[in-house]
């Protein structure tokens, strides 16, 4: 407690954070954990959902009597999606708050700019953000949560080997979780025997994409479009499609796994197809899915909660806390040992999949953390084929 | 390039551009009659969006565009007679930060009585797939709302600020303050009421371009800085050049991307702006002796 | 005059050294982190602050430039020449020794510019842009300058989220230390890097070049260019009826802001060991922008305590998920009430008796 006042004093803080810092009681039986979201800026979709779910599971873990009768900490930073302030605050966590793991960030831009920083401060991160580049090549203390960006693809280009779509066209948004998509598929391609036709990144905010579409849909080859992005662009470009009266067949990425965007694009959503994890569809699960009871409770605690629905992106939080809770009850307020927990985890079922590390894989999940969705009078259902 | 593409393009651009264009008037009517941009003005286009959408649960949906035009005039009012009506003679700089201050808290504001997920109004005829056919050009419907709004705005304004005496009023305390003052005009009072019409306008934009372009916190900000550079390439004050600068940019916009990669437009179509910037430097329809008179 | 601009320097250095004592004393050396960043921030919002203040042209594109400092020294240190190693461009680097080789991941050769070639490379482009666009924008005024500095920045935004060299939204990490100086007898090196052992090296560094940032400015200002330059702010049309060549200074203060943002740029870039988009965005130009009006326009100090202030406490996250909110609500506040400046309340005397040699 004491040094905790002279942190405050010597920083010269405003009054607000002395109230902050009088209202927090750090007894003895305290376990921190950081989180880095961008629950504000441009990533706030990603962030905003995330930083909820984490916050979710805390308090309930502590009004349930905490872990081994200690309580968690969470430590919410809002990077507000910029690498610099994820830089400043992952070094704020590890060597101010001393935490024992840190969550997040939401973008692959800030989880690359603090790969180093966890890494050297031997601290467990377990990054929100979908590129591949954060976990390969493997850093003994970073893992990632979200579903790989190849599985994705794979999952996209078999079922289009299986409709014989043989040249394609790649939209992406100008963020990280489009960039690595798109990266990704461009790479992949050529060894299902797709071939890319066009490959276009449009911004984040973009407002109306009709005149991409126009281009896209004067090439006759183009037989089906890969949408990926987590933005709003990601459903305009959907009635864009529709509108134009193009009616190749749509894939988009699991960034489309907010009920939102399909609301959004209303009537041009019908038909999309995309990769997701199973939670938007855990009513049509068979009952001993190991993952079932999980989702259940995740979606009906979150919607109970925040009176919004639950989205893919909060599973990634929920997940990543869950991990880190779990490896606290086994290794205790160390953070060696809890990223050895982590590591260590075989079968842990998560909204995003059934996770399970190993030395050399960071990301635990296998191609069957997806499954196939499209949408149907508004609503996601599994993909079935035509 | 085939002509039905090179029509696919125009239509596109024209969308694009009466976009831009709606959001331009809003800044054009402050500027004439204080000689100041609103940097807000983004936000008052967000707040119309939002403010209907939530409105749209207990009413129907004209009713509900109207009360969201309604309530922003009330919101546009109530800023400056806050922030802007008590200072004295303040320079064209503090108003500027002032009115980025303002657009800053707006939108944190929005994003935490909102949260940052999208919304957006239903389309107001049809559905998102709905079109009508010029040739072999399909267009929505609401971008036939959008634009008979863009016109519709741009009529208005011009009888209001030629025919009516409140206009004229307006426009006369935009063009001298101290003159306008000394005719017995209360310049006070015109300025407030610039606010309301431009944060009704803004508004108004903000609830027929919803469907379109989807209404989030933070969606004023990217169509403020497009709505700024039309309102600016135009040649600031003038409504009508508004118009014709956004429908070019939009077109400019929709035929870069047949040649350069989606991703660099924005660089090209601003590349090209500040190239016609120095070329002209007080817009391409507006005169330097008019110009002159309300630089800072 | 000079003695106390002497003093105020002194007295900066002076409370340089008392904040890492303090830290020091009380075991919180990790704010040092902050201190530095906010420091490179500094240097940005004085140089802006030189602008806006005494040549009076606002500049919402001044990310921009630090941007294209960070980019550039970045990008130049990681990204993998040895494809380029026989074009002409590389054997000149090569024959003045401005190249490092290495190996990377699978052992092949890495070839990449050495970071002070890089740095020089950087800043250099930084000034001959800044020269390139001055002049005709500078040409401009009121809301047509505001509107052409933005879509300078724009543009430099946008080129950077599109260019896969630049490493599109995700930016550029895994950026090397800056080693300034090796390690000569009993010193150790002074390298430009976030590692936790060289925290008090990069502290002191940081506002060693904020210091002298600032002393040149001050030098600026007290000249007969300087002169010039307030008579800049006051009336343009007066200054050129004097004799002054005011597009010429306009054109030198631009430069030299430009040149102080891309430096801050490199800087921090090396000691985050990155960089993203976001700092080239058009709201940190908007956030510069505001911090020199916070501190004031035409108060050189006012601008450097409330610059790096501000933005030490954003960095901490202190405002949380208000930090934009916070942002905007002192800066409607101090624009309203105190226009001249926080420091121009009632603290305003207090401050004057020490750094009357920045004032007018």
Redesign the interface.
């Known amino acids: 407690m004491n040094k905790r006042v002279q942190h405050y004093l010597g920083g010269c803080v405003t009054g607000v954070l002395l109230l902050a810092a009088s209202l927090q009681t750090a007894q003895a039986g305290t376990v921190k954990v950081g989180a880095i979201f961008a629950v504000t800026g441009p990533a706030s979709f990603l962030g905003g959902p995330e930083a909820r779910s984490a916050e979710m599971v805390v308090e309930k873990i502590n009004k349930a009597g905490g872990i081994n009768g200690n309580t968690i900490e969470l430590i919410v930073k809002d990077s507000a999606g910029s690498s610099e302030k994820a830089v400043s605050f992952a070094k704020q966590l590890i060597e101010e708050d001393k935490v024992v793991a840190i969550i997040g960030p939401s973008t692959s831009g800030e989880s690359m700019a603090v790969k180093k920083i966890a890494e050297e401060g031997k601290t467990l991160l377990i990054s929100c953000a979908a590129a591949e580049v954060i976990v390969d090549p493997v850093a003994s203390y970073v893992f990632k949560t979200p579903q790989k960006d190849s599985f994705a693809a794979q999952k996209i280009f078999e079922e289009m080997q299986r409709l014989k779509i043989s040249t394609i066209a790649i939209a992406a948004g100008n963020d990280g979780f489009g960039k690595a998509g798109k990266e990704q598929l461009e790479k992949m391609a050529p060894t299902f025997g797709i071939k890319v036709a066009a490959s276009e990144t449009y911004d984040s905010k973009a407002t109306d994409l009709s005149a991409l579409v126009a281009k896209l849909k004067a090439d006759p080859a183009i037989g089906a479009v890969i949408n990926w992005s987590v933005v709003p662009a990601q459903a305009i470009i959907a009635k864009n499609m529709r509108q134009a009266g193009w009616n190749v067949p749509l894939f988009q990425s699991h960034g489309f796994g907010n009920i939102k965007y399909a609301e959004a694009a209303g009537a041009a959503a019908e038909g999309i197809i995309f990769p997701c994890g199973r939670l938007l569809i855990v009513d049509s699960l068979a009952d001993n899915n190991p993952q079932k009871g999980l989702l259940i409770q995740y979606k009906s605690e979150y919607e109970a909660k925040y009176k919004e629905d639950a989205s893919a992106f909060g599973g990634y939080a929920f997940d990543a806390i869950n991990m880190v809770v779990a490896a606290i009850k086994k290794a205790g307020n160390d953070r060696a040992k809890v990223r050895d927990a982590v590591e260590g985890l075989t079968k842990f079922p998560g909204v995003g999949g059934i996770f399970s590390f190993t030395p050399q894989d960071h990301n635990g999940l296998d191609i069957d953390s997806f499954a196939m969705l499209t949408v149907k009078d508004g609503k996601f259902i599994p993909y079935k084929g035509q | 390039m ?1 002509l ?2 090179f029509f ?2 125009l ?3 024209i ?2 551009g009466s ?1 831009y264009a709606i959001v331009a008037i809003g800044f054009n009517i402050i500027y004439n009659a204080t000689g100041i ?1 609103n940097f807000a003005q983004g936000e008052f286009v967000m707040l119309g969006g939002m403010i209907s959408i939530s409105l749209l649960q207990f009413m129907p949906l004209p009713l509900a565009i109207a009360g969201a035009v309604v309530i922003t005039m009330g919101i546009g009012a109530l800023i400056e007679i806050l ?1 802007i009506r008590w ?1 004295e003679s ?5 108003l ?3 009115t ?6 707006l ?3 929005a ?1 935490h009585v909102w ?6 109004l ?2 107001f005829y049809g ?3 709905t ?1 009508f056919s010029l040739g072999s050009v ?3 419907p609401q971008v036939m709302w959008v634009i008979t709004a863009c016109a519709v705005m741009v009529g208005g304004l011009n009888v209001f600020f030629k025919g009516t005496p409140i206009g004229r009023e307006m426009r006369a305390c935009a063009a001298n303050r101290t003159a306008a003052m000394l005719c017995g005009i209360n310049t006070r009072n015109m300025v407030t009421l610039s606010f309301m019409l431009s944060a009704g306008i803004g508004a108004l934009a903000g609830c027929v ?1 919803s469907p ?3 209404t ?1 916190y ?2 004023g ?3 403020a ?1 497009k709505g ?2 039309v309102a ?1 390439l135009g040649g ?1 004050g003038n409504s009508m050049a508004a118009v014709a600068a956004g429908i070019l940019l939009g077109i400019l ?3 870069s ?2 040649v350069v ?7 090209i179509s ?2 090209i ?2 190239l016609i ?2 070329v002209k ?3 391409l329809f507006g005169s330097s002796e008019a ?1 002159r008179l ?3 | 005059m000079k003695r106390r601009k002497n003093l105020a320097i002194a007295a900066l250095c002076l409370a340089a050294v008392c904040v890492h004592l303090l830290t020091l004393l009380t075991g919180t050396q990790f704010y040092l982190t902050q201190a530095t960043m906010a420091a490179y921030y500094g240097l940005v919002i004085i140089g802006l602050g030189a602008l806006m203040g005494y040549a009076g042209q606002i500049s919402i594109g001044h990310a921009g430039f630090f941007a294209i400092g960070g980019y550039l020294a970045a990008s130049l240190t990681t990204r993998n020449l040895a494809v380029f190693q026989e074009t002409w461009p590389l054997r000149g680097l090569d024959a003045l020794n401005m190249l490092k080789t290495g190996q990377d991941l699978s052992g092949d050769l890495l070839l990449t510019v050495s970071p002070w070639a890089a740095c020089g490379i950087a800043v250099t482009t930084a000034a001959l842009i800044a020269l390139v666009i001055g002049i005709p924008v500078l040409k401009l005024k009121g809301h047509y300058l505001a509107m052409a500095t933005l879509g300078f920045g724009t543009i430099i935004y946008r080129i950077l989220l599109a260019s896969p060299y630049f490493g599109e939204a995700d930016g550029i990490s895994e950026v090397p230390g800056f080693t300034l100086l090796p390690a000569m007898g009993t010193l150790g090196p002074i390298v430009v890097s976030g590692d936790a052992g060289l925290r008090v090296v990069n502290y002191y560094l940081a506002w060693g070049v904020l210091i002298v940032g600032t002393l040149l400015l001050l030098n600026l200002i007290g000249s007969r260019v300087g002169r010039a330059l307030r008579s800049l702010h006051s009336s343009e049309e007066a200054a050129e009826a004097a004799g002054i060549d005011t597009s010429r200074f306009k054109l030198q203060v631009f430069v030299l802001s430009a040149v102080y943002a891309a430096i801050a740029g490199v800087l921090l870039t090396h000691f985050n060991g990155g960089i993203g988009p976001s700092e080239a965005s058009v709201m940190k130009s908007v956030r510069y922008v505001a911090l020199v009006a916070v501190g004031g326009m035409t108060n050189l100090w006012g601008t450097l305590l409330m610059g790096v202030g501000l933005t030490f406490l954003s960095l901490r996250g202190v405002f949380g998920t208000y930090d934009d909110a916070v942002f905007g609500m002192i800066l409607i506040f101090v624009m309203l009430f105190a226009p001249e400046g926080i420091l121009s309340l009632r603290l305003k005397l207090f401050f004057q008796k020490i750094f009357l040699g920045a004032r007018s």
């Open positions: 085939s039905d593409l696919q393009y239509f596109a651009g969308t694009y976009i941009i922030f200072l303040p320079s064209v700089l503090r500027i930060i002032i980025i201050g303002i657009s800053i808290l939108r944190e504001l994003l949260g940052e997920s999208i919304r957006s239903p389309y559905n998102e797939i079109t399909h267009l929505s371009m379109i372009t989807y989030q933070d969606s900000a990217s169509l800085i700024f550079t600016i600031l916009e929709a035929f991307v047949s990669p989606l991703a660099f437009q924005d660089a601003i590349a702006l500040l910037l120095f430097p007080h817009g110009a309300k630089d800072f």
